[in-house]
C-alpha cells in the first residue's frame, strides 16, 4: 500500500526508490557500535510526520499520569503545527549532526493512521517514529527489533524495514534480526491492575514498583531498546513497565553465547520506562544517575567495583513536561553523546549543560523540547548505526 509522500516530507528511503524493488545498495555503509560514548559516525534520527495519539492500551496506561488527555481523551492525529514545530527541531538536530560528518538517516512512512488489528488486539491508531531508540537495539554488528509492549507501536518497526534492508545489503557482515513478536492480548497484562491504576496514590505506585509488579505480566516476551543500556561487553537491562522478566532472559540467552554479559538493574520509580532518562553512560568511567530513581541496594556495586564514577544529574530546567507528553521533565538528562568530549544537551536545560562542562564535555545545546511530547529527548530520538571502537571490556 502506498503512502502518501505529502505525509511524509521527512521519511527517508524515497518511495521512488522502491519501485524498482531492489534494496539500494550504499557503498562504505557498515553497522557496528557498542556503546553510547564512542565516536558518532552514522544514526538515525527519528521524524514526526503524520503522528497520532493512539487510544490508551494496558501498558501505556501505567506511564500516562490518570488526568492526562492521553488516557483516551485526546485520540486521533496530533495538530499538524504541533507536527511542523517537533520536525523543526528535529530536522536542526539532523542538521547539526550531519554539519559535524556524521551520516544521518531518517525513518521511513507508514500510515499511523491505519487502525492496528491482530487476532488478539484492536487499537485506534499507531504511534508514530518520533524515538527510533525504543524499537531498534544495535548490538555490534547486528540490529534487533524490539518486541514493545505498547499495542500502537506493534507495527513501528515497519517504518524501518527498508533501511535496514538496504543497511544489510551494503554491509555484507550487518545482521537484521526481529525478537519474537508478543501477543499483547488481555492475558499479557495485570488488567485488574490496569483498572486500578488511576486510583492507586504515588505511594501505592512506588510500593508496587518496589515489588516490581507492572501492568505487563510474564505472558509475553516484552523488552524495549531503550531499557538496554550498552557498555561493550557488559548490558544492563532494567526491569519496569516496557521490559519483563521474560524479556530480560530472552536477551540474555541471545547475547550471552556471544561473549556478552546481561546485567538486571532496578530503580526505586514509580513508573520505571527507558533506562535513558535514569541512568547514562557518559564516557568509559563515567554514568550519570537521575537523584530521583537511586538504583536497587548492591547494584552500584559493579560500577564502583570497577573504578567507575556515578554522578547524579542536574535538575532539569522545567518543573512539568510539555502538554500531551508522555515523558517526565528528566528527558533533560537524555543527551546523545558525539564522542568521549561531546555531547548533544537540550538547549533550554541549562543547570544540565553545566554540569556537563564541568565534566569537561564541549556542549553542542540544540532546541528539542518542542519533540518531546512525539516521544523523547535526544537519545530517544536516534539509534546508533555506527560508532567507532570495539566491544571493550569494561568491568573485567
Ligand atoms: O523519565 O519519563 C523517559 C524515557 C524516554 N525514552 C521518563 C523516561
Redesign the pocket.
Known amino acids: 500500500m502506498s503512502v502518501s509522500n505529502d505525509l511524509y516530507p521527512n521519511a527517508s528511503a524515497p518511495l521512488e526508490r522502491k519501485e524498482s524493488g531492489v534494496p539500494h545498495v550504499r557503498k562504505g555503509l557498515k553497522v557496528e557500535s557498542y556503546n553510547d560514548f564512542d565516536p558518532l559516525k552514522h544514526v538515525i534520527v527519528g521524524i514526526a510526520d503524520n503522528q497520532y495519539i493512539p487510544e490508551a492500551c494496558p501498558a501505556s496506561n501505567e506511564k500516562i499520569p490518570a488526568d492526562s488527555p492521553m488516557r483516551g481523551g485526546k485520540a486521533g492525529r496530533r495538530t499538524q503545527e504541533s507536527i511542523d514545530q517537533a520536525n523543526e527541531c528535529l530536522n536542526g538536530f539532523a542538521k547539526l549532526l550531519e554539519g559535524r560528518g556524521i551520516i544521518v538517516d531518517r525513518p521511513g512512512a507508514v500510515d499511523w493512521n491505519a487502525r492496528v488489528t491482530t487476532p488478539d488486539f484492536s487499537i485506534s491508531s499507531g504511534f508514530g517514529v518520533m524515538?527510533p531508540?525504543?524499537c531498534l537495539l544495535t548490538m555490534g554488528k547486528s540490529i534487533l527489533m524490539a518486541p514493545m509492549s505498547f499495542r500502537s507501536r506493534y507495527f513501528e518497526y515497519l517504518a524501518f524495514t527498508d533501511l535496514l534492508r538496504e543497511y544489510f545489503e551494503s554491509d555484507q557482515e550487518c545482521l537484521i534480526e526481529q525478537a519474537p513478536r508478543p501477543r499483547l492480548s488481555d492475558d499479557s497484562f495485570r488488567m485488574d491492575y490496569v483498572a486500578a491504576y488511576e486510583f492507586l496514590s504515588d505511594e501505592e505506585t512506588m510500593a508496587r514498583s518496589c515489588r516490581k509488579e507492572y501492568s505487563t505480566r510474564e505472558t509475553d516476551i516484552l523488552f524495549d531498546a531503550?531499557d538496554v543500556m550498552r557498555l561493550g561487553k557488559d548490558i544492563f537491562v532494567q526491569h519496569g513497565l516496557t521490559t519483563n522478566l521474560a524479556g530480560i532472559r530472552w536477551i540474555k540467552r541471545k547475547y550471552e553465547p556471544q561473549g556478552y554479559r546481561v546485567h538486571t538493574l532496578s530503580f526505586k520509580d514509580n513508573?520505571p520506562?527507558?533506562i535513558?532518562?535514569?541512568f547514562c553512560p557518559l564516557r568509559p568511567g563515567l554514568m550519570l544517575l537521575n537523584p530521583h530513581r537511586p538504583l536497587f541496594d548492591g547494584q552500584r556495586e559493579i560500577f564502583e567495583k570497577n573504578d567507575w564514577q556515578i554522578v547524579e544529574a542536574a535538575q532539569p530546567a522545567w518543573d512539568t513536561p510539555p502538554p500531551l507528553c508522555y515523558?517526565?521533565t528528566?528527558?533533560s538528562m537524555?543527551t546523545l553523546i558525539l564522542d568521549h568530549k561531546t555531547v548533544c544537551v537540550e538547549a533550554t536545560e541549562t543547570a544540565q549543560m553545566e554540569q556537563f562542562d564541568k565534566l569537561g564535555f564541549n556542549v553542542l545545546p540544540v532546541n528539542l523540547r518542542d519533540a518531546y511530547a512525539f516521544g523523547?529527548?535526544l537519545h530517544?530520538a536516534t539509534a546508533d548505526v555506527l560508532r567507532e571502537g570495539t566491544c571493550e571490556d569494561y568491568f573485567a
Open positions: 524515538p531508540r525504543d531503550a513508573h520506562i527507558h535513558d532518562a535514569t515523558s517526565s528528566w528527558l537524555n523523547g529527548g530517544c
